[in-house]
């Protein structure tokens, strides 16, 4: 198994798995700790990384970072780095100006492993449960959308940050298989996990919860049963949910699933990028 980077970072944005797994590291953060991988969960990793690329001189930036990281390997779970995307919408792009924030990253941590997760947008939009940002997409046309990339992303942060290890994951991945997931960011202290399962519990309906719940009871099921979980009660927006909460109809949902596919086989292309 492949120990964690000296630095890994999960940046988000907030789609279903940066937040499961932000759930995950906040809950066995005090134990990863007393295993020697020092864990940030969102609270704590997104102010401090934004605080790496404020206006103070670089060398005082980079001295609190080292001091508030100083017990390594450590992960950062910011998934709010890239702040509220609604923000961003009007503007077709998913996050305008990200490149700055990642230029700022290059000077405090250039050699960092970058993790981050991205899902189709409908997904993406209704992971948050924020209603200015369902408001925001309801306002916004199909064509805007439509033009939202996660590769336009994934390109601008793998130009900005030339020395970084970039990994992508997707929440169906994570859904299918979240103890390899998490042994890949965590390396071998994956194991020490008081819950692991907690990963896909928060990926899954109440329903799914359930009988989960009532599977743990007889015993750890197998990897395969786990992925049965969550393909039946994955956290999915049903098509009515879209069309209420985010104007979305029919045809623009395939339309919006087609390109993230699109945008997935781009990724798969490009140099530097892991796709998990």
Avoid: C
């Avoid at 605080?51 to 390997?73: C, G, S």
């Avoid at 970058?114 to 209704?126: D, G, N, Y």
Wanted: hydrophobic content about 45%; charged content about 25%.
């Amino acid at each position: 198994m492949t120990a964690p980077a000296d630095v890994t970072i999960l940046l988000g944005p907030q789609t279903t798995a940066s937040l499961a797994l932000n759930t995950v590291i906040r809950e066995g953060r005090h134990h990863l700790t007393g295993k020697g991988l020092a864990t940030f969960p969102s609270r704590l990793a997104t102010p401090l990384l934004r605080r790496a690329i404020d206006d103070r001189p670089l060398e005082e930036r980079k001295a609190e970072f080292e001091t508030e990281t100083k017990v390594r390997p450590a992960v950062l779970s910011a998934v709010n780095f890239f702040g509220p995307p609604q923000s961003g919408l009007a503007k077709r792009e998913m996050f305008p100006d990200a490149e700055l924030a990642f230029a700022g990253l290059q000077e405090i941590v250039p050699a960092a492993r970058l993790v981050i997760a991205i899902e189709p947008l409908p997904s993406f939009f209704l992971a948050a449960g924020s209603e200015p940002l369902e408001a925001r997409v309801r306002e916004t046309p199909w064509e805007t959308l439509y033009e939202l990339s996660w590769a336009d992303l994934l390109a601008e942060v793998s130009e900005a940050l030339p020395d970084a290890t970039l990994t992508v994951l997707t929440t169906d991945r994570v859904g299918r298989a979240p103890l390899p997931t998490l042994e890949a960011l965590l390396g071998p202290m994956a194991e020490a996990l008081p819950q692991p399962i907690t990963l896909l519990r928060e990926m899954i309906t109440d329903t799914g919860r359930a009988v989960l719940d009532r599977m743990l009871a007889r015993g750890t099921p197998e990897s395969a049963t786990l992925e049965e979980v969550y393909t039946s009660f994955g956290r999915r927006p049903s098509r009515a949910e879209m069309a209420e909460k985010l104007g979305i109809d029919k045809v623009t949902g395939i339309l919006l699933q087609q390109r993230f596919d699109e945008d997935i086989a781009k990724i798969a292309e490009f140099p530097r990028i892991e796709i998990l």
